[in-house]
């Protein structure tokens, strides 16, 4: 079996690949490698959108999650399917004028260059550790399949090289040809395994009378659920790869429609991802809970294997991916083109490529430091809370003094780091004290300006 698996992963390697290159004539300038000349239709934004929360946490941490706390572990993804219906709602806001590329071009449309870098800076953070992330969960991935054949490292670098590889060479473009292939795999693949385990076994049955496997919160308890749907409601608002994808659609129309079926495609596939790891409690019930999903593998025929294997890779690259080339959009607009005073097209076309490069050796780098997926991401996502919160915060109250914008900021940097220092991360996430110490100075700000505007 395990030849008929390395056969399937570097055939769907070389089509990967294949595609990168065959869009790079598509990618010859700077607005087509980092927003795709603004022209994406409906379905490549639904399948960006998709590809972005089908990621290696959702599917293989999601099967992880439910394997240990039953059905209550999507609570972690429904925040992200909440907050996809507001960005969807708030798109004309976010997207004011088609000069948009990243989170600077919304924060800057309210506070000062200071303010401005500092979020950026700060949702660069973000993005990076979600690429490393997906390529720690491509290590995992592997390295369990092929036990004794690819190590975890190797399958770490293999995930990254194949998805950087591609996005080098066709840019956004590529990410929404490569996305098309990843979301097509992954539905067919997790659908065709998951009903085969649901119809050939007793296993959902037997977990269904199972303790805490099929109620609401689980033995995670309501407020822990809660919390993990509220953080990620803060972080996927504003996150810059759905800015960078509603900036390639053709229009707000086309960027709506797309953010909503986007959504709707990555709801069942998740869910199913769940069902697939209660099964796998019942099945294995000593395995280690990472191995909830790849142990399925083994009561499958192969042709159904297959496909289930794919289905477990590719959303890593699916959300990678669109977290790669938001990261460089970002950075390039950002940072880059304007440090090294870049005017011509070519010279940012060029700067472009090499920043995506740069990004995923570092993420590649920083996933030989990473302890555990889950609860890292959610401490990091504290800082897109903070952006998340003054954005809105500021529309509200229109002109808000830019120092109390700054100074949130800041303290949001402070506050997680104390946590880590102190330890107070053990007792309370940093999502709490952040939302109110934001909220207090933000609302310092609103007053400030209600009494600046006062007769």
Same mark, same amino acid.
């Given at each position: ?7 399937? @992963? ?38 960006? @959108? ?30 992200? +399917? ?38 950026g800076i700060l949702q660069l953070i973000f993005s990076i550790w979600c690429v490393t992330m997906q390529i720690v969960g491509g290590g995992a991935i592997l ?169 477990? +890779? ?58 555990? @997926?889950?609860?890292?991401?959610? +401490? ?14 500021? +529309? ?18 402070? @506050?997680?780091?104390g946590s880590f220092l102190f330890g107070f991360y053990k007792i309370i996430h940093p999502i709490w004290p952040v939302t109110i110490f934001v909220v207090m ?15």
């Amino acid at each position: 079996m395990k030849g008929i698996y390395l056969f399937a @992963i570097i055939g769907y390697i070389s089509l990967l690949w294949l595609t990168g290159l065959y869009v790079t004539r598509r990618s010859r300038s700077s607005e087509a490698y980092l927003v795709a000349s603004r022209g994406l239709s409906v379905p490549f934004i639904s399948v960006l @959108i998709a590809g972005t929360w089908i990621g290696g946490v959702s599917i293989v941490g999601m099967a992880q999650g439910a394997y240990i706390h039953g059905i209550s572990a999507l609570w972690f993804q429904a925040g992200i +399917w909440v907050a996809m219906c507001i960005t969807a709602l708030m798109l004309p806001r976010i997207m004011k004028g088609r000069k948009t590329y990243s989170i600077l071009d919304v924060v800057g449309d309210l506070y000062d260059k200071k303010t401005t870098r500092l979020a950026g800076i700060l949702q660069l953070i973000f993005s990076i550790w979600c690429v490393t992330m997906q390529i720690v969960g491509g290590g995992a991935i592997l390295s369990v399949i092929f036990i004794d054949h690819i190590s975890f490292r190797e399958g770490m670098v293999l995930t990254a090289i194949v998805f950087t590889l591609y996005n080098v060479m066709g840019g956004f473009v590529a990410t929404a040809y490569t996305n098309m292939i990843h979301i097509c795999t992954i539905c067919f693949g997790i659908f065709l395994g998951g009903l085969y385990v649901v119809c050939n076994t007793d296993a959902l049955a037997r977990m269904v009378n199972t303790t805490h496997y099929f109620t609401p919160f689980g033995d995670l308890g309501a407020f822990q659920v809660l919390s993990w749907a509220y953080i990620n409601l803060t972080l996927g608002v504003l996150a810059q790869p759905v800015i960078n994808t509603a900036s390639s659609a053709k229009n707000l129309n086309e960027g709506k429609k797309g953010i909503l079926i986007g959504n709707l495609i990555a709801i069942p596939v998740v869910t199913m991802a769940a069902l697939c790891g209660i099964a796998a409690k019942h099945l294995f019930p000593a395995i280690p809970s990472l191995s909830a999903l790849p142990s399925l593998l083994a009561i499958m025929p192969p042709f159904v294997a297959v496909f289930f294997l794919l289905s477990m +890779w590719a959303p890593l690259m699916s959300s990678g991916s669109p977290f790669l080339m938001g990261a460089t959009t970002l950075a390039v607009k950002g940072y880059v083109a304007p440090a090294l005073n870049l005017s011509n097209d070519k010279k940012v076309l060029l700067a472009s490529r090499i920043t995506t490069l740069s990004i995923g050796a570092l993420s590649l780098l920083l996933g030989f430091f990473v302890k555990e @997926i889950l609860r890292e991401i959610t +401490w990091i996502a504290v800082f897109l809370s903070a952006i998340v919160y003054i954005v809105f915060i500021g +529309w509200v109250g229109n002109r808000i003094n830019s120092l109390f914008a700054y100074i949130s900021l800041l303290g949001t940097i402070l @506050i997680l780091l104390g946590s880590f220092l102190f330890g107070f991360y053990k007792i309370i996430h940093p999502i709490w004290p952040v939302t109110i110490f934001v909220v207090m100075v933000m609302g310092a700000g609103l007053l400030s300006s209600l009494k600046k505007r006062a007769p």
